[in-house]
């Protein structure tokens, strides 16, 4: 990560210290969230792709738009939503427009399971993050984050074949 250097110019200084304090607090977050004990029915990331499907209009997205919202390689991506389909929490179907590509769409157990663990990770997002910030800091922090998110150029609307 980044050291202190006199030699850089205050803000790029600052720039770097800010950057290390979030990237720093996100990784000690997520493996206290890692060894929390919601993860029985589903792991970290697989959570995170049946939470991404249940906030489409429908429970359906292309594996491409799957993809932009999740944090792995579009392979890993594929790996782990097949798995997801072996256990009957996810659907795979070839959208009628295009037979390249791939749609995946919520079943009633993957929403079942989303749901349960969702309201167990909310308790301990609660205790964890919580229990270290007030409602006032957690709604500027949110601002914040909301402000250096939305300050990133577009990532180009580009969807590869599924």
Not at 59 to 73: F, H, Y
Not at 79 to 96: F, I, K, Q, S, Y
Request: include cysteine; glycine fraction near 6%; aromatic fraction near 4%.
């Amino acid at each position: 990560m980044t050291t202190p250097d006199d030699s850089v110019p205050g803000t790029a200084r600052d720039a770097a210290q800010t950057w290390e304090a979030l990237f720093r607090t996100q990784v000690t977050l997520m493996r206290r969230f890692q060894a929390d004990p919601v993860w029985r029915q589903v792991s970290v990331r697989e959570y995170d792709v049946l939470f991404t499907l249940s906030r489409s209009e429908d429970g359906t997205m292309r594996l491409c738009e799957l993809n932009e919202s999740v944090l792995m390689a579009q392979s890993s991506l594929s790996r782990l939503v097949e798995r997801l389909e072996d256990r009957e929490l996810v659907l795979r179907t070839v959208p009628p427009d295009d037979a390249r590509g791939t749609l995946v769409a919520l079943t009633q157990t993957g929403r079942r399971v989303q749901r349960d663990v969702g309201r167990r990770h909310v308790r301990a997002m609660e205790q964890y993050v919580g229990g270290a910030l007030g409602t006032e800091e957690q709604a500027e922090l949110t601002r914040l984050l909301d402000k250096l998110r939305g300050a990133q150029p577009d990532i180009a609307d580009w969807c590869p074949l599924d």
